[in-house]
């Protein structure tokens, strides 16, 4: 059952990553916010702390549940799970921790529809139609600063005749400088092996 909690947030965490990445253009500006992830399968709150090249999402699945930590290091071609209960972390190539629902290789088709203010903070609504190597299709709303930084987004995918909704959103976002230590593995953990872990 964990390792089941574990898994799911491994995938909406990703999912989260790559809807960054889907973004026109990536920010170049280090921020930090807390975030909201919701899939049919899992509701998240959590902490990003965010640069060009690394990104560290902190997520909790429900009341006092489990912790989970993921550092994407583009830098190093290198993404850490990490355990905090445990003092344990898992590595992976980039490639790998890339999940089944990864949205960085779409196509995004943005249509500028006008200025708008979420959470206190000035964005830009667009609607977007996002198209799949295999042909997929996922169609809403996504919110972006003047910085590129996507504030929320509101999608749902369509695969197979099957519907999937994503939506992730960001509260209290201030632009700064990150400490770089959050982008490393603390000293103390072990590393582990999940076979199968990002796949």
């Known amino acids: 059952m964990k390792k089941t909690r574990m898994l799911l947030m491994a995938a909406a965490m990703a999912v ?14 280090e921020y930090s916010a807390d975030s909201l992830i919701e899939t049919a399968e899992v509701s998240m709150k959590g902490r ?9 999402r902190e997520m909790v699945m429900g009341s006092g549940g489990d912790k989970m930590i993921t550092i994407m290091r583009q830098d190093k071609k290198v993404a850490w799970t990490l355990m905090p209960s445990e003092k ?19 196509k995004i088709e943005q249509t500028v529809i006008g200025p ?28 972006t600063t003047r910085e ?7 999608a749902i995918a369509v695969d197979k005749k099957q519907k999937h909704r994503y939506k992730t959103e960001l ?5 700064g ?8 593995v603390p000293a103390g ?9 990002f796949m």
């Open 16 to 29: 989260a990553g790559a809807v960054q990445a889907a973004s026109p253009s990536p920010p170049q500006v």
């Open 48 to 56: 990003v702390h965010y640069t060009p090249m690394r990104e560290r």
């Open 88 to 106: 344990m972390y898992m590595e992976a190539s980039i490639a790998q921790a890339k999940s089944k629902d990864d949205l960085s290789s779409y």
């Open 116 to 143: 708008e203010t979420v959470n206190g903070v000035n964005t830009t609504k667009s609607k977007i139609i996002m198209t799949g190597p295999k042909g997929e299709k996922m169609g809403g709303f996504m919110w």
């Open 148 to 154: 590129n930084i996507v504030v929320k987004m509101d």
């Open 171 to 175: 509260t209290n976002l201030k632009v």
């Open 177 to 184: 400088k990150q400490d770089p230590k959050l982008f490393e």
């Open 189 to 197: 953990y072990e590393k582990m092996s999940m076979p199968g872990m």
